[in-house]
């Protein structure tokens, strides 16, 4: 089992920044793929970026160049770097945990991932 919590959510002006964190217990990540989702209100969830073993990473095209994810194992934490945000990355963030065989696998399914966390709130005001 893997627990999940994540953090740094906000309200935040359009061109600003946020860092989000999701804090694992129960198992070490450096095995996981870790994702990141979003959800608007109407929408359905979407995939946001994945890391695989701490290294390998994919971005959903709307997010390339402005988000970053990354990990700190000794902290068994994942980070989703936000910048240059939009009134339209306004959503529920929520982090999401995958055991995987190597890390050329990078899910970006909702429906691929085990574990969940309870979601961060992200407003970008324009």
């Known amino acids: 089992q893997v627990q999940l919590v994540e953090s740094g959510g906000g309200l935040v002006q359009a061109g600003g920044s946020l860092r989000l964190s999701c804090a694992a217990s129960?198992?070490?990540?450096?095995?996981?793929?870790m994702g990141w989702f979003r959800q608007a209100p109407g929408k359905e969830r979407e995939f946001v970026a994945v890391i695989s073993w701490g290294t390998n990473t994919y971005y959903a095209d709307s997010v390339k160049g402005r988000f970053t994810i990354s990990t700190d194992n000794a902290k068994n934490t994942v980070y989703l770097q936000m910048n240059s945000l939009k009134p339209e990355d306004t959503a529920v963030y929520y982090c999401?945990?995958?055991?995987?065989?190597?890390?050329?696998?990078?899910?970006?399914?909702?429906?691929?991932?085990?574990?969940w966390g309870q979601g961060t709130q992200v407003t970008v005001s324009s």
């Open positions: 129960g198992r070490t990540i450096s095995t996981y793929a």
């Open positions: 999401a945990a995958k055991g995987v065989y190597d890390s050329s696998r990078l899910p970006a399914t909702f429906r691929a991932y085990d574990y």
